[in-house]
């Protein structure tokens, strides 16, 4: 599983990273984390406002901060 946090490095972006690296702990579940902080590859996930959540290449949540209990959620319907 390949989980992207997209952002340039806002409080909200590095708090989505906390909460998922979290979740995928609870969860006891393989992923890979990558950063996404370039504007344009940012851009190509059809989002405008940040921070993103992209799991293994699908958009789940853009422009908010979701619970940990959704993003838990997130990465069950991915598996």
Do not use: H, W
């Not at 997209?6 to 690296?21: A, D, I, Q």
């Not at 992209?54 to 838990?72: F, H, M, W, Y």
């Amino acid at each position: 599983m390949v989980i992207k946090i997209l952002g340039t490095g806002c409080s909200n972006c590095t708090k989505l990273e906390e909460l998922t690296k979290k979740a995928v702990q609870e969860l006891n579940v393989n992923a890979e984390f990558v950063k996404v902080k370039e504007i344009d590859k940012i851009l190509e996930y059809g989002i405008a406002r940040t921070p993103g959540l992209v799991i293994n290449e699908a958009v789940k949540t853009a422009g908010r901060l979701p619970s940990i209990d959704q993003i838990k959620t997130y990465i069950q319907e991915a598996m």
